[in-house]
């Protein structure tokens, strides 16, 4: 039997702490290139990951491409409406095929031009009429879950995870006023920092670094005693914070009567796991989704957009170039942090230290990663 990752050891003992003396999870997990690959086969290979909104493939032959613990996946939509997720890689000699995003007639490979129906299904392979055993009815681009959920559309290579609304229903009933399903995207990015992904992930996970870390941006408009941060649950984490937008767009627009209350100027900060991270507020959201691009650097899809009353505000235009200018001054702040703490944790010096109460959600983070990493390398037969 082989012996358990050194790191996954000392994960299970940092995770085993009460929260109450909770600590940070130690450096051995940001930085093992094999705790990375038990990543990537138990969290990327098992669970759900966003590719983006819904409202960004409206169109027939509307995609998005990603890779999914090794596998290239492009999502589609089909000339009946409906989304679809598929291997993105050619059955001939293999090539990948489609990249990025954008808007294709058909699928044609950039190697031999086999071209593939939007649905997959194998339209013409030239030259191939002399291959007796040939047959094009055989060839269909293989098939991935792909779910939507409020908006959001996701893909798994796990055919026996359950279903994304099953797992999240619970938050589903908690942002339900939000009408998140709604909000319409209006930008989208991809992005590459010089980090581990789990420290961008927890950057966004809590608050508490806001004060200091933007200190430029929204930093001063920051009142930690307003910050909510209750115990996880088993695929998500959330916190709220309720303040006076120094904003139009972050407090609900006058024409929503569906938020009420105090909920008109309380925001929600999701982290759906293993990778998705969403603030929810009553005039705007944004979001990242995040894969590993090695052990120092995170692969990002950064978007956002807006209520549908701002959306269909005379001011709209200028407030998405308002909501453009401060997250990307934010991103700025956020980079810069994120990869100070990874060149930290890559010192010999680096210990974890114990963890504030607004840094609830990074314990619960640890936990999850625990719980799902640990058993699955046991069963592996990587036993101490």
């Keep these: 039997m082989g012996q358990q990752p050194r790191a996954i050891d000392e994960l299970m003992k940092t995770a085993a702490l009460p929260f109450e003396a909770a600590r940070a999870m130690p450096p051995s997990v940001y930085t093992s290139e094999e705790f990375l690959a038990q990543e990537q086969e138990f969290l990327f290979g098992k669970e759900w990951f966003c590719v983006g909104r819904a409202s960004a493939m409206q169109e027939p032959g509307d995609y998005v491409t990603v890779e999914l613990a090794g596998q290239p996946i492009a999502v589609i939509r089909g000339r009946d409406g409906e989304l679809r997720a598929m291997s993105n890689v050619c059955l001939h000699r293999m090539s990948t095929l489609l990249e990025g995003r954008g808007n294709t007639r058909s699928i044609v490979c950039p190697y031999h031009a086999w071209t593939y129906n939007l ?70 990015e991809v992005h590459v920092w010089d980090t581990n992904w789990k420290v961008l992930a927890e950057n966004y996970m809590e608050s508490y670094h806001l004060p200091v870390c ?98 269909g505000d005379p001011k709209a235009i200028e407030y998405n170039e308002t909501l453009k200018t401060i997250l990307d ?22 210990a974890p230290g114990h963890l504030s109460h607004l840094e609830r959600p990074n314990y619960d983070f640890a936990q999850y990663l625990s719980g799902r990493i640990a058993p699955a390398a046991s069963n592996q037969g990587l036993n101490t």
């Excluded at 695929?235 to 139009?248: D, M, S």
């Excluded at 956020?334 to 010192?347: I, P």
């Design 119 to 188: 649905d997959g299904s194998l339209r013409g392979a030239p030259e191939m009429d002399r291959n007796d055993a040939f047959c094009k009815a055989d060839y269909k681009l293989g098939d991935i879950r792909c779910e939507e959920w409020l908006g959001w559309v996701y893909v798994t290579l796990d055919p026996d995870t359950p279903p994304v609304a099953q797992q999240l229903a619970p938050l589903a009933d908690m942002i339900g006023d939000y009408g998140m399903e709604n909000y319409v995207e209006t930008f989208n």
């Design 214 to 311: 933007h200190k430029g941006t929204v930093g001063p408009f920051t009142d930690l005693a307003n910050v909510d941060c209750p115990p996880g649950h088993p695929h998500f984490n959330i916190h709220w914070f309720t303040k006076e937008a120094e904003l139009a767009i972050g407090n609900a627009h006058p024409d929503n009567t569906r938020l009420t209350g105090v909920m008109r100027k309380t925001s929600a900060l999701i982290s759906i796991y293993p990778s998705h991270m969403v603030t929810l507020t009553p005039g705007y959201f944004w979001y990242l989704c995040l894969q590993p691009d090695g052990v120092g650097r995170v692969r990002m899809i950064f978007g956002g957009g807006f209520d549908p009353h701002f959306m």
């Design 329 to 350: 001054d934010v991103n700025l702040e956020d980079r810069g942090c994120t990869e100070k703490v990874y060149q930290g944790l890559l010192s010999r010096m680096a």
